[in-house]
Structure formats: structure tokens, C-alpha cells
């Protein structure tokens, strides 16, 4: 009896082995072929300004926007991790110099990039936030474009993207922004001038930064990965709807909420939201306590 039932349970190990197996080589070949797939979109042609008030509003959108947090302070690429399980990426190197953008790298090639989330030959960008980037003012998108096309060229040899088996199945369950080429709707007109007086508008324009992690409604959620923290409503419903302006701004700008508690970078990119204008984050803070 006892043989018996031993010899049952090993089999069914055997074969919840096989099943695990079976799924995790299905869901690689999944994420094989979305990641080569090579995509054709019109791309608009856009003049890139070459006026000193957009390249330092360009300067500006780089730095509020995070493209230095991966790219590094000076564009020239980052390995942004090296790990068994979640595997090696690597932020291009945005600069002309040598490891950087090919030399005939063009306004196009960008606004592929940016607008549409894939690479010069129409294969998708992996990590590359371009789902966010893609809802750029013409005004933003072509000032960014401007600021990083002058970028000095930074020398540096980088290693190749290699997605290992945890951002596989992530990707597969759709728990992790992987590929931004199918988030995007392409069709989207893109809007001329985004509204930069202080005000609702604004911030909502600017909340574009925040639902990656606080999710769509900016009621957050589970934490983004295991292990993180749980990601706060930071809506009128939640510690924001308490907090003054002043408070708010206090968090944004050096990780300390009211309660005492000191936010990590790792978790929430303060150091990068400490660089907001002043009317930048009163118009967030205004468009957050209007989401009820
Ligand atoms: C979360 C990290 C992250 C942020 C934020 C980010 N990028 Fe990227 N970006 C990447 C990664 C990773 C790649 C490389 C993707 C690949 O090789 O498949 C990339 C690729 C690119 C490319 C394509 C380069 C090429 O080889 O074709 C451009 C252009 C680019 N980023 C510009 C920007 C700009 C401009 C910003 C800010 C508005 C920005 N990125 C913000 C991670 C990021
Ligand atoms: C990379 C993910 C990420 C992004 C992007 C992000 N946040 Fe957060 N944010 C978090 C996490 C996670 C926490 C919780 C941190 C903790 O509990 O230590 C948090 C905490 C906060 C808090 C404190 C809330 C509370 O109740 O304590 C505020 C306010 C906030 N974020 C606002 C923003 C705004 C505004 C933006 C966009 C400009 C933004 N965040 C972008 C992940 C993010």
C-alpha cells in the first residue's frame, strides 16, 4: 500500500515536473517571438528646434522624465541590471560616441524610439519606457529629441540585453513593462503643447510618470515585484487627499513623509522628482487631490 501510493506521488511529480517544464518552454518561445517581431510604422516627420529655450527645456524633460536614471548623467548607457534570474539589460548609450548611436542615427530613428517603442529596424525596445515617452507633447518629444542629439559623445562598451527566465514569465503573465511597442496605441494623434501653467491640466500631464507604479488610476496596488513595498493610493483617498501642499512637495523632494518614514530611491525615484519645478509639482499635487 504505502509503495503504492509512494510510487503515486512520485509520478505525479514527475509529472507537475514535465507540466512546469512544458509551460516555461512554451512562454519562452512566447516571449522569443514578440521580441523579434519586427514591426513598419509611418513615422511622422517632425522639425527638431534648435532654439536655446528648447534645448533646456530638452535638458529639463531629461532629467524629470528619468531618461538619465537609465542612460546615465551623461546619455552615455548604463547596465541597468546583471542577475541569474531576471537577467542582463543594458540602457543604450544615447551619445554618438563610440558604443553609442550609429553616426547616421536619425530624427526618425528617435521618434521610432520614442513614439513607437522599437529600434531603427522596427524590432521592439525592451524596458525602454516608450508607452510614457510616446504621450510627449510635439513641443516635449521634439525638445528631447534636440537636448539629446547634442549630447557630447561618451566612449563605452556595453554589454548585449539577455532576458533571463523571471522577466520571461513576468512578461508572459503581463506584470512587467517589457515590451512598450504593444502597450502603445499607435494611432494616437500626438497632442501640439502641453498646458505649462500651474493647474490641473498640467498635472495630470505630468502624471503620466507616476502610473507606471501608482497604476492607471494612481490608486496603487501590489508591490511591483516580491520583495518591494506595496505601492500607496496617492490620490485624494490617500495620504495625499491628508497632506498640505507643502507636505507633499516635502515628500517628492527628499523621500520623508509627514508619518516619519523615509521612502527609498530604489522604491520611489524621489531623487528624480525633486527635480520638478515648483509649479510643476504644485500642479501634481492639485491634480491628485481632483482624483476622487
Ligand atoms: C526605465 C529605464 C529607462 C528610461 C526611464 C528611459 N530609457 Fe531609453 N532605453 C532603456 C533601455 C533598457 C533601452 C534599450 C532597449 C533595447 O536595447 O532593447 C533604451 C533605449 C532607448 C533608445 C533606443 C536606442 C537604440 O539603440 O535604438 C532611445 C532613443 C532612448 N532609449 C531614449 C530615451 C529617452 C530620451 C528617455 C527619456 C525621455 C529614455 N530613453 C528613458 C531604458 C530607459
Ligand atoms: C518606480 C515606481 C514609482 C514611480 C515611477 C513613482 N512612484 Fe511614487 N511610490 C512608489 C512606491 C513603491 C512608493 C512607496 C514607498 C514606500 O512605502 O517606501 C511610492 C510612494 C509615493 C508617495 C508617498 C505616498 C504615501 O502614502 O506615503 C507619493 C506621494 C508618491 N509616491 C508620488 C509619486 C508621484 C507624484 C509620481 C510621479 C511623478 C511617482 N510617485 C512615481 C513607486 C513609484
Redesign the pocket.
Known amino acids: 500500500m504505502i509503495r503504492k501510493i509512494l510510487k503515486w506521488i512520485g509520478g505525479s511529480l514527475l509529472a507537475i515536473i514535465v507540466l512546469l517544464l512544458a509551460g516555461y518552454l512554451f512562454i519562452s518561445w512566447n516571449i522569443g517571438q514578440r521580441t523579434e517581431k519586427k514591426y513598419d510604422f509611418a513615422v511622422q516627420s517632425l522639425a527638431i528646434p534648435t532654439d536655446s529655450t528648447s534645448l533646456s527645456r530638452g535638458e529639463h524633460l531629461v532629467v524629470?522624465k528619468?531618461c538619465i536614471e537609465c542612460h546615465g548623467k551623461d546619455l552615455g548607457g548604463k547596465l541597468m541590471m546583471d542577475d541569474a534570474g531576471l537577467g542582463r539589460l543594458v540602457a543604450s548609450n544615447l551619445t554618438k560616441g563610440q558604443g553609442g548611436l550609429p553616426s547616421d542615427y536619425s530624427t526618425a530613428d528617435w521618434i521610432k524610439a520614442l513614439r513607437h517603442g522599437v529600434n531603427r529596424e522596427g524590432k521592439p525596445l525592451l524596458f525602454m519606457p516608450s508607452h510614457e515617452t510616446t504621450l510627449l507633447s510635439e513641443e516635449d518629444l521634439t525638445a528631447v529629441i534636440a537636448y539629446c542629439q547634442q549630447a557630447s559623445p561618451v566612449n563605452s562598451s556595453l554589454p548585449t540585453n539577455e532576458l533571463g527566465p523571471i522577466v520571461k514569465v513576468m512578461t508572459y503573465l503581463d506584470k512587467m513593462p517589457l515590451l512598450a511597442v504593444e502597450k502603445i496605441d499607435h494611432n494616437l494623434p500626438m497632442i501640439a503643447k502641453a498646458d505649462t501653467t500651474v493647474g490641473v491640466a498640467q498635472g495630470k500631464y505630468?502624471?503620466v510618470?507616476?502610473?507606471?507604479?501608482?497604476r492607471a488610476a494612481l490608486k496603487?496596488g501590489e508591490?511591483?515585484a516580491p520583495g518591494?513595498?506595496?505601492?500607496?493610493?496617492?490620490t485624494s483617498t490617500?495620504?495625499?487627499g491628508k497632506?498640505t501642499q507643502d507636505q507633499?512637495m516635502t515628500?517628492?523632494r527628499t523621500?520623508k513623509?509627514p508619518?516619519g518614514?523615509?521612502?527609498?530611491n530604489d522604491?520611489?525615484?524621489?531623487k528624480?522628482?525633486a527635480q520638478?519645478k515648483d509649479k510643476e509639482l504644485i500642479s501634481?499635487y492639485q491634480y491628485?487631490q481632483s482624483v476622487k
Open positions: 524629470i528619468g505630468l502624471s510618470s507616476c502610473v507606471g507604479c501608482h496603487g508591490p511591483l518591494l513595498p506595496p505601492v500607496p493610493d496617492i490617500g495620504n495625499v497632506w507633499f515628500v517628492l523621500g513623509t508619518g518614514h523615509q521612502i527609498s522604491d520611489m525615484p524621489w528624480m522628482t520638478y501634481l491628485l
